[in-house]
């Protein structure tokens, strides 16, 4: 494996990781499972808060949100395919936004 591919599956990793930890430090905090609903409040100090949450637990809540909504209806294979392949784009360029970042601070 190059160093390259190794990076990207790191990245990748990390961008899940963090994820997870953005939404249950969010439901640790609050009680309540955090959803893309945040937004919806409107022009808000609230929503304008829930933006940096989102970007970061997106991952997370795409592969939350399309795991439950195949258990409860059968959806189609497609639907789930791409669901994934977003969730996993997401994940892969926020992870790198995040090595970038510790990289700049560790230099």
């Known amino acids: 494996m190059s160093p390259q591919s190794f990076q990207m599956v790191l990245a990748l ?4 990781a963090v994820a997870g930890l953005c939404s249950s ?3 640790l905090a609050t009680s309540k499972l955090p959803s893309f609903g945040l937004l919806a409040t409107g022009p808000s100090p609230q929503a304008f808060a829930a933006v940096p949450l989102l970007m970061l637990s997106a991952p997370f809540l795409i592969m939350r949100n399309t795991l439950l909504g195949e258990r409860q209806e059968s959806g189609r294979f497609q639907f789930v395919f791409f669901a994934t392949l977003v969730a996993g784009f997401w994940s892969l360029m926020s992870g790198l936004v995040l090595v970038q970042a510790i990289g700049l601070l560790l230099a």
């Open 13 to 16: 990793a990390l961008g899940f």
């Open 25 to 27: 430090a969010y439901r």
